[in-house]
């Protein structure tokens, strides 16, 4: 661990500083489960054409990462808390065996409302875990040293963008989409063992005040409806949607103006620069959506190429997230030219719609490349705002936070994409016409969250604690 010194300062390290007296090995090690956590994810997302064909249920099919994703967050945002009033020993236990339970569960499951529930229970486990992390890693460093995390995280998601998609596509392909959940599970039990001891001796400050329930249900209750609406007619729809708004709202409103709370103080006060952050980063991460839940779809039932194939094709998004990430942080001006991270991604998807759905390969993954790379010029100088607004001195919550806020935004933006996608293709997803259909209509929803992302950017990176 660092030294008081170490930790108060406000220098960005060099790389050698940084990863010197074994801290790069530990940070390898904790940073490791985001291969298992979203690769897995990356995986569920290439599966998923396989599991329609077998199992039915395409509306729900934003379900599987809209439901995996914002119990990845609320993981996240109940670690703080939990790990502050408990500690961390037990509570890394209980993530490990949810997270392999969940998995089990889709592996078992012959629906896909069941499918989609093991996925719920996998990412709250795995975000959990990967929450504790991040608490673990802001033991190690310092706020200024985030955006160099955040880089060499970069390293682990484009594992995870090569590891996903392989190991959905192939055994899609040739062994069945229900093992894979199973090896999945298995190893987020290995990488529980393997961690216990280092992150069972972390220390957290201290807190007496309640969980915040009320918050925690709203979150989950409110993206869960929207999830779940497409399996119904319209009118059941619009009514499920509206009432997961609703319960959306009540907690953003708790958070601002009751305690306890999930997230930290500023989180949702959206003039601060911790509030303005963790917004961007938000719609940013709703933006990217489109592209994950029906990219694959597109690509195998539409245009006839292999699970493998659109898997690999579809995540080339995170890889240039990933390249953007280190290339910022490297050079003199990066934080400048971060700025303009938002709007790539917008032509990114304005060129989606025009060559991904046409399957002109490509312009679709110059395209694919343009959004996420646009994303990844963005993301360290937005994590670095979020932790330096911490001026409330909640340091567990806001780890948590920065682990998990886009998560939040993929949660959202995936329930909502799902849900477009569904009306726009008449409430069920079963052919080239309907694919076509509610791909289009989930791109174009996907344009103005960029934009709104660009703006909450700018806003964040001009301000000061």
């Not at 490990?96 to 709250?124: E, K, Q, V």
């Not at 060499?152 to 594992?159: D, E, P, T």
């Not at 030219?337 to 990114?348: D, E, W």
């Not at 996608?421 to 989930?442: E, P, Q």
Request: aromatic share 10%; net charge positive; hydrophobic share 55%.
């Amino acid at each position: 661990m660092t030294t008081d010194t170490q930790r108060s300062s406000d220098t960005a390290p060099k790389w050698r500083e940084l990863l010197a007296d074994g801290r790069g090995v530990r940070i390898g090690t904790v940073l490791a489960v985001i291969i298992l956590h979203a690769g897995g994810n990356y995986a569920a997302v290439t599966l998923a054409p396989a599991i329609v064909a077998e199992v039915g249920g395409g509306e729900l099919i934003g379900a599987l990462t809209a439901l995996f994703n914002i119990t990845t967050v609320l993981a996240a945002a109940a670690t703080g808390p939990l790990a502050s009033r408990y500690g961390t020993k037990w509570l890394w236990w209980i993530m490990t065996s949810l997270a392999l339970s969940g998995a089990l569960l889709s592996a078992a499951a012959g629906s896909m409302p069941l499918i989609a529930t093991g996925r719920a229970l996998a990412g709250f486990g795995g975000g959990g875990l990967l929450a504790l992390g991040f608490v673990a890693l802001r033991a190690e460093t310092t706020a200024a040293a985030f955006p160099k995390i955040s880089a060499v995280s970069g390293a682990f998601w484009i594992g995870a963008a090569f590891a996903g998609p392989l190991i959905g596509g192939l055994f899609a392909d040739f062994v069945g989409w229900r093992p894979a959940f199973v090896l999945l599970g298995l190893g987020m039990l290995l990488y529980g063992l393997g961690n216990a001891r280092m992150i069972g001796a972390l220390t957290t400050e201290r807190v007496s005040d309640p969980f915040p329930i009320l918050s925690f249900a709203a979150f989950g209750i409110g993206v869960g409806l929207i999830s779940f609406a497409p399996q119904f007619d319209r009118s059941v729809a619009v009514g499920l949607t509206i009432a997961g708004l609703a319960a959306l709202a009540s907690a953003v409103w708790r958070e601002r103006s009751h305690v306890p709370r999930m997230f930290p103080k500023r989180a949702f006060r959206f003039r601060t620069m911790q509030g303005s952050a963790i917004a961007a980063k938000t719609v940013l991460g709703a933006s990217s959506m489109s592209i994950l839940v029906f990219g694959p779809l597109v690509l195998t039932q539409v245009h006839g190429h292999s699970a493998t194939f659109a898997g690999a094709f579809v995540l080339i998004e995170t890889i240039g997230w990933s390249v953007a990430s280190f290339v910022v942080v490297s050079v003199p001006w990066g934080r400048r030219l971060s700025m303009a991270g938002p709007f790539a991604t917008l032509a990114g998807l304005a060129g989606c719609y025009v060559f991904l759905l046409d399957g002109q390969l490509v312009g679709a993954a110059l395209s694919i490349t343009a959004c996420g790379f646009g994303l990844g010029m963005i993301w360290p100088y937005l994590g670095e705002q979020i932790l330096a607004g911490d001026i409330d001195g909640e340091q567990t919550k806001t780890m948590a936070m920065v682990s998990s806020v886009e998560t939040l935004g993929f949660a959202i933006g995936g329930a909502f994409v799902g849900l477009v996608g569904a009306l726009a293709a008449g409430g069920t997803i079963d052919s080239s016409a309907t694919i076509l259909a509610a791909a289009s209509a989930a791109i174009i929803f996907s344009m103005p969250f960029a934009l709104l992302g660009g703006v909450a950017a700018i806003q964040a990176l001009g301000k000061t604690p």
